[in-house]
T-cell receptor
């Protein structure tokens, strides 16, 4: 099973709203990621959690706040977003294989900020 | 940091022909190179990957080659089919520490169109 599940699939929010994106995996992966993807562009790394601890923050604005409650769950809390934050938000998780880490993506949350 | 360049940006092939996508990377410490296929509106799907201690890997109609000296790797799709139409992304990653796995740097993507 290589399933990473994200909810919701679609989200429309106003610039003053607070919302959260959720991600879940049951593959025993100990690294989880948030990526942002704009149309016709590659995924852009936002955050990496290793063993439930934030290990990489790619200088993401504070209006995006990640949280890793346990080894299976990853959240992304959103507050005071801008229209330019509209994008596909992808969660991924990875196992460790010798010489590299194989990452699997969720189906994403299509976010529209109005 | 790592920089990955991918060519071509678009690739049109006739069904049954082969498709080749090439990527180059800048950081010699990169040690893992996955390829993802992304159909419109769907998630990136891992289709094949290669580690730095291997020169070539094949899985049915898909193969990947790696030239560490030249720092480039390529995806080869043989006997293309319409369902191969998608955007393909190459990526390179460095396992920085035991606790920090796979910071992936993606190429810009290649739109592959297979015409019947």
């Amino acid at each position: 099973d290589t399933e990473v599940t994200q909810t919701p699939k679609h989200l429309v929010m106003g610039m003053t709203n607070k919302k959260s994106l959720k991600c879940e995996q049951h593959m025993g992966h100990r690294a989880m990621y948030w990526y942002k993807q704009k149309a016709k562009k590659p995924p852009e790394l936002m955050f990496v959690y290793s063993y439930e601890k934030l290990s990489i923050n790619e200088s993401v604005p504070s209006r995006f706040s990640p949280e890793c409650p346990n080894s299976s769950l990853l959240n992304l809390h959103l507050h005071a977003l801008q229209p330019e934050d509209s994008a596909l938000y992808l969660c991924a998780s990875s196992q460790v294989i010798r010489g590299g880490s194989r990452a699997f993506f969720g189906q994403g949350t299509r976010l529209t900020v109005v | 940091g790592e920089n990955v360049e991918q060519h071509p940006s678009t690739l049109s092939v006739q069904e049954g022909d082969s498709a080749v996508i090439k990527c180059t990377y800048s950081d010699s410490a990169s040690n893992y190179f996955p390829w993802y296929k992304q159909e419109l509106g769907k998630r990136p799907q891992l289709i094949i990957d290669i580690r730095s201690n291997v020169g070539e890997k094949k899985d049915q109609r898909i193969a990947v080659t790696l030239n560490k000296t030249a720092k480039h790797f390529s995806l080869h799709i043989t006997e293309t089919q319409p369902e191969d139409s998608a955007v393909y992304f190459c990526a390179a990653s460095i396992r920085m520490t035991t606790d920090s796995w796979g910071k992936f740097q993606f190429g810009a993507g290649t739109q592959v169109v297979v015409t019947p």
